[in-house]
T-cell receptor
Protein backbone atom coordinates (compact mmCIF):
# COMPACT_ATOMS: atom_id res chain seq x y z
CA UNK A 1 0.00 0.00 0.00
CA UNK A 2 1.21 3.49 -0.81
CA UNK A 3 1.00 5.49 2.36
CA UNK A 4 2.57 7.44 5.16
CA UNK A 5 3.19 5.09 8.06
CA UNK A 6 4.10 6.01 11.63
CA UNK A 7 5.26 3.90 14.51
CA UNK A 8 4.35 3.44 17.24
CA UNK A 9 0.63 4.18 17.18
CA UNK A 10 0.50 4.61 20.96
CA UNK A 11 3.29 5.63 23.32
CA UNK A 12 2.95 5.91 27.09
CA UNK A 13 6.03 7.01 28.97
CA UNK A 14 7.17 8.71 32.13
CA UNK A 15 8.32 12.29 32.49
CA UNK A 16 12.01 12.75 31.80
CA UNK A 17 12.31 9.85 29.37
CA UNK A 18 13.58 10.12 25.80
CA UNK A 19 11.48 8.64 23.01
CA UNK A 20 11.38 8.48 19.22
CA UNK A 21 8.59 8.31 16.66
CA UNK A 22 9.33 6.99 13.21
CA UNK A 23 7.73 7.97 9.92
CA UNK A 24 8.12 6.55 6.44
CA UNK A 25 6.41 7.37 3.16
CA UNK A 26 6.50 5.34 -0.04
CA UNK A 27 4.71 7.91 -2.18
CA UNK A 28 7.82 9.33 -3.78
CA UNK A 29 7.20 12.69 -2.08
CA UNK A 30 10.16 14.90 -1.34
CA UNK A 31 8.77 16.99 1.52
CA UNK A 32 7.81 15.60 4.91
CA UNK A 33 6.30 17.24 7.96
CA UNK A 34 5.57 16.76 11.63
CA UNK A 35 2.35 18.22 13.01
CA UNK A 36 1.14 18.26 16.62
CA UNK A 37 -2.54 17.98 17.52
CA UNK A 38 -3.18 19.23 21.01
CA UNK A 39 -6.00 18.39 23.43
CA UNK A 40 -8.25 20.90 21.69
CA UNK A 41 -7.69 19.03 18.42
CA UNK A 42 -5.86 21.96 16.84
CA UNK A 43 -3.20 20.90 14.33
CA UNK A 44 0.00 22.92 14.17
CA UNK A 45 3.16 22.51 12.11
CA UNK A 46 6.33 21.61 13.97
CA UNK A 47 8.90 20.82 11.29
CA UNK A 48 9.22 20.28 7.58
CA UNK A 49 12.03 18.70 5.60
CA UNK A 50 12.61 18.85 1.88
CA UNK A 51 15.02 16.25 0.50
CA UNK A 52 16.57 15.79 3.95
CA UNK A 53 17.00 19.54 4.47
CA UNK A 54 15.22 21.32 7.33
CA UNK A 55 12.85 23.94 5.93
CA UNK A 56 10.58 24.85 8.82
CA UNK A 57 11.17 24.82 12.56
CA UNK A 58 8.18 26.46 14.19
CA UNK A 59 9.39 27.60 17.60
CA UNK A 60 9.49 24.07 18.90
CA UNK A 61 11.55 23.44 22.07
CA UNK A 62 14.98 22.09 21.26
CA UNK A 63 14.08 18.94 23.19
CA UNK A 64 12.43 17.98 19.90
CA UNK A 65 14.90 16.94 17.22
CA UNK A 66 13.79 15.74 13.80
CA UNK A 67 16.06 13.53 11.74
CA UNK A 68 15.73 12.72 8.07
CA UNK A 69 18.13 9.97 6.96
CA UNK A 70 16.65 10.09 3.45
CA UNK A 71 13.72 11.76 1.76
CA UNK A 72 11.41 8.83 2.53
CA UNK A 73 11.95 8.97 6.30
CA UNK A 74 11.45 11.65 8.93
CA UNK A 75 11.84 10.63 12.55
CA UNK A 76 11.09 12.68 15.64
CA UNK A 77 13.16 12.32 18.78
CA UNK A 78 12.01 13.92 22.01
CA UNK A 79 14.32 14.35 24.99
CA UNK A 80 13.33 14.86 28.63
CA UNK A 81 9.62 14.41 28.02
CA UNK A 82 7.23 16.71 29.87
CA UNK A 83 3.54 16.36 30.70
CA UNK A 84 2.74 19.10 28.17
CA UNK A 85 4.19 17.00 25.38
CA UNK A 86 1.16 14.70 25.58
CA UNK A 87 -0.59 15.03 22.23
CA UNK A 88 -1.13 13.26 18.94
CA UNK A 89 1.77 13.66 16.52
CA UNK A 90 1.10 13.36 12.82
CA UNK A 91 3.59 12.83 10.06
CA UNK A 92 2.70 13.99 6.54
CA UNK A 93 4.24 14.29 3.11
CA UNK A 94 3.60 16.24 -0.07
CA UNK A 95 4.75 15.75 -3.66
CA UNK A 96 7.29 17.88 -5.53
CA UNK A 97 6.55 20.30 -8.32
CA UNK A 98 3.74 22.60 -9.28
CA UNK A 99 0.82 22.82 -8.95
CA UNK A 100 1.42 22.06 -5.29
CA UNK A 101 -0.05 18.69 -4.47
CA UNK A 102 -2.10 17.82 -1.48
CA UNK A 103 -0.75 16.45 1.77
CA UNK A 104 -1.01 12.81 2.81
CA UNK A 105 -1.08 12.20 6.55
CA UNK A 106 -0.10 9.23 8.63
CA UNK A 107 -2.52 7.77 11.17
CA UNK A 108 -0.87 9.54 14.10
CA UNK A 109 1.04 8.62 17.26
CA UNK A 110 -0.76 9.25 20.53
CA UNK A 111 1.88 10.20 23.09
CA UNK A 112 0.91 10.18 26.75
CA UNK A 113 3.44 11.41 29.31
CA UNK A 114 2.68 10.38 32.90
CA UNK B 1 0.32 35.50 9.81
CA UNK B 2 -2.24 33.23 8.21
CA UNK B 3 -5.25 32.34 10.35
CA UNK B 4 -7.97 29.89 9.38
CA UNK B 5 -11.41 29.97 10.96
CA UNK B 6 -14.12 27.36 10.60
CA UNK B 7 -17.78 27.96 11.31
CA UNK B 8 -19.74 26.40 12.89
CA UNK B 9 -17.60 24.68 15.50
CA UNK B 10 -20.19 21.92 15.76
CA UNK B 11 -23.23 20.90 13.77
CA UNK B 12 -25.92 18.29 14.35
CA UNK B 13 -28.35 17.46 11.55
CA UNK B 14 -30.86 14.73 10.75
CA UNK B 15 -29.97 12.21 8.11
CA UNK B 16 -30.71 13.30 4.56
CA UNK B 17 -30.12 16.99 5.03
CA UNK B 18 -27.83 19.01 2.79
CA UNK B 19 -25.32 21.05 4.76
CA UNK B 20 -22.59 23.63 4.34
CA UNK B 21 -19.40 23.99 6.32
CA UNK B 22 -17.58 27.29 6.17
CA UNK B 23 -13.89 28.13 6.18
CA UNK B 24 -12.26 31.56 6.04
CA UNK B 25 -8.61 32.58 5.88
CA UNK B 26 -6.97 35.93 6.50
CA UNK B 27 -4.25 35.96 3.82
CA UNK B 28 -5.44 35.35 0.26
CA UNK B 29 -1.89 34.50 -0.93
CA UNK B 30 -2.47 30.75 -0.84
CA UNK B 31 -1.46 28.04 -3.30
CA UNK B 32 -4.25 25.61 -2.53
CA UNK B 33 -6.86 24.65 0.02
CA UNK B 34 -7.53 21.15 1.27
CA UNK B 35 -10.50 19.71 3.13
CA UNK B 36 -9.88 16.75 5.43
CA UNK B 37 -12.01 14.44 7.47
CA UNK B 38 -10.89 13.10 10.86
CA UNK B 39 -12.72 10.32 12.63
CA UNK B 40 -12.32 10.02 16.44
CA UNK B 41 -8.91 8.63 17.31
CA UNK B 42 -7.93 8.37 13.67
CA UNK B 43 -5.74 10.15 11.17
CA UNK B 44 -6.69 12.68 8.51
CA UNK B 45 -8.31 11.63 5.27
CA UNK B 46 -8.05 14.07 2.38
CA UNK B 47 -11.44 14.83 0.86
CA UNK B 48 -10.84 17.54 -1.70
CA UNK B 49 -7.94 19.67 -2.91
CA UNK B 50 -8.62 22.97 -4.66
CA UNK B 51 -5.76 24.77 -6.39
CA UNK B 52 -5.71 28.56 -6.06
CA UNK B 53 -6.66 28.92 -9.73
CA UNK B 54 -9.74 26.74 -9.33
CA UNK B 55 -13.19 27.69 -8.10
CA UNK B 56 -14.50 24.31 -7.02
CA UNK B 57 -13.92 20.60 -6.79
CA UNK B 58 -16.43 17.77 -6.54
CA UNK B 59 -16.20 14.21 -5.27
CA UNK B 60 -19.38 12.21 -4.96
CA UNK B 61 -21.71 13.98 -2.54
CA UNK B 62 -19.04 16.53 -1.63
CA UNK B 63 -18.49 19.86 -3.32
CA UNK B 64 -15.92 22.40 -2.20
CA UNK B 65 -15.73 25.96 -3.46
CA UNK B 66 -12.96 28.50 -3.17
CA UNK B 67 -13.19 32.28 -3.37
CA UNK B 68 -9.57 33.24 -2.93
CA UNK B 69 -10.07 36.98 -3.14
CA UNK B 70 -12.55 37.02 -0.28
CA UNK B 71 -10.66 34.38 1.69
CA UNK B 72 -13.50 31.86 1.85
CA UNK B 73 -14.21 28.24 1.11
CA UNK B 74 -17.30 26.13 1.66
CA UNK B 75 -17.75 22.39 1.83
CA UNK B 76 -21.18 21.27 0.71
CA UNK B 77 -22.35 17.81 1.73
CA UNK B 78 -25.44 16.54 -0.06
CA UNK B 79 -27.90 14.04 1.41
CA UNK B 80 -25.94 13.58 4.64
CA UNK B 81 -25.59 10.11 6.17
CA UNK B 82 -24.69 8.93 9.69
CA UNK B 83 -21.38 7.75 8.26
CA UNK B 84 -20.52 11.38 7.49
CA UNK B 85 -20.22 12.06 11.22
CA UNK B 86 -16.66 13.22 11.85
CA UNK B 87 -14.57 16.35 12.29
CA UNK B 88 -14.01 18.29 9.07
CA UNK B 89 -10.82 20.30 8.80
CA UNK B 90 -9.98 23.05 6.35
CA UNK B 91 -6.34 23.87 5.64
CA UNK B 92 -4.59 26.34 3.35
CA UNK B 93 -1.14 25.88 1.86
CA UNK B 94 0.95 29.06 1.99
CA UNK B 95 3.85 27.72 -0.05
CA UNK B 96 5.67 26.21 2.92
CA UNK B 97 3.11 24.57 5.13
CA UNK B 98 -0.54 23.77 5.69
CA UNK B 99 -2.31 26.03 8.16
CA UNK B 100 -5.35 24.42 9.73
CA UNK B 101 -8.62 25.64 11.11
CA UNK B 102 -9.92 24.23 14.38
CA UNK B 103 -12.47 22.07 12.57
CA UNK B 104 -16.22 21.53 12.49
CA UNK B 105 -17.57 18.56 14.42
CA UNK B 106 -20.42 17.09 12.40
CA UNK B 107 -23.01 14.70 13.76
CA UNK B 108 -25.59 13.22 11.42
CA UNK B 109 -28.46 11.61 13.31
CA UNK B 110 -30.28 8.60 11.93
Amino acid sequence: DTAVSQTPKYLVTQMGNDKSIKCEQNLGHDTMYWYKQDSKKFLKIMFSYNNKELIINETVPNRFSPKSPDKAHLNLHINSLELGDSAVYFCASSPPGRPFGGYTFGSGTRLTVV
Amino acid sequence: KQEVTQIPAALSVPEGENLVLNCSFTDSAIYNLQWFRQDPGKGLTSLLLIQSSQREQTSGRLNASLDKSSGRSTLYIAASQPGDSATYLCAVFDGNKLVFGAGTILRVKS
